[in-house]
């Protein structure tokens, strides 16, 4: 496999499958399981130049890559009937001691299961790469939590399901996990505030796993939300959010890391503390919102 070819990928901070998805967009992967081996093995080299140390052993990127063509194939190929299909529990357990004997994180497993059932990798001949996918996905890439959680409507009240995105003191919500390559459909935002209070929706029930979000002096908060008739961005301001995750202990890390985050704002002192009306990261604006 050409080196010269493969030095020409830049994966600054991508995660690992978009990293994956913007390395075979450049050409068409062979049918022959000799050359795919070769390809995978010149990909982990190159992830590990820029992520050097995301795992024990440098070679670890390699038996992951190949995992990850096998569950992409598995759950996108329509002959395998559903219920044989790979589940998210023998996908982690194929990559048992993956990583120089010991287990991958298990969050970091499950996102990228996650993210394969809801977005294939497309392995396609690439004609043009203004660069413009990189800078949208970087947005969202290497967040400090991510997954799937149910968000209350303002207005029916019913339960919608989204993918939520923890980073730069912003919760981000979408259709489905935005990955390299793919239009983001981003449904909304809710800009992190040293003001903001996250806490179980029903303390001490044990059967509750939900989030809720609200001010402290139980003033409005400022959310952004996509506007379908117009498909722009609009403010919005609610009294909460409501969140249900699909665990008590999903529900317990969510609340854990949105509060860091929040502390994070509260701590930094020589920052500009964003205030509720937060406006998107401009990478936002080029991006073809749905």
């Given amino acids: 496999f050409p080196r010269d070819f493969v030095r020409h990928f830049d994966f600054v901070e991508l995660g690992f499958d978009d990293a994956m998805r913007k390395f075979l967009a450049g050409f068409r992967l062979p049918g022959e399981a000799q050359k795919i081996d070769r390809i995978m093995h010149a990909f ?19 038996p992951l890559a190949y995992s990850v063509i ?26 048992k001691g993956l990583d120089d004997g010991h287990d991958l994180d298990r969050e970091f497993l499950e996102r990228i299961y996650d993210r394969i059932i809801a977005n294939e990798i497309v392995v396609q001949t690439t004609s043009k790469d203004d660069g413009s996918s990189d800078k ?16 209350q409507s303002s207005r029916m009240r019913s339960w919608n399901e989204r993918w939520f995105v923890l980073k730069d003191g912003c919760v981000y919500y979408f259709r489905k996990p935005p990955v390299w390559g793919q239009n983001v459909q ?33 003033s409005l908060t ?12 609009k403010t919005i301001s609610v009294q909460q959010l409501r969140l249900l995750s699909p665990s008590r202990s999903d529900q317990a890390e969510w609340i854990s890391c949105i509060r860091s985050a929040i502390s994070n704002l509260s701590n930094t002192s020589n920052r500009r503390l964003p205030s509720s009306s937060r406006s998107l990261p401009s990478s936002i604006h080029s991006l073809s919102l749905q």
């Fill in 186 to 218: 981003l449904c909304g935002y809710v800009p992190l505030h040293p003001s903001l209070v996250v806490q179980e929706g029903e303390p001490g029930v044990a059967s509750d796993a939900t989030i809720v979000l609200e001010m402290r002096d139980s």
């Fill in 70 to 95: 096998m569950l992409n194939t598995d759950a996108h190929n329509p002959a395998i009937k559903p219920a044989k299909k790979m589940t998210k529990e023998q996908f982690i357990k194929n990559n």
């Fill in 222 to 233: 400022k959310c952004g939300k996509i506007d379908k008739r117009l498909g722009s961005m």
């Fill in 44 to 62: 982990a080299a190159q992830f590990h130049v820029y992520n050097p140390d995301m795992f024990r052993d440098p070679e670890t990127a390699y």
């Fill in 136 to 151: 949208s996905i970087l947005t969202y890439s290497n967040p400090d939590k991510a997954g799937w959680l149910k968000k």
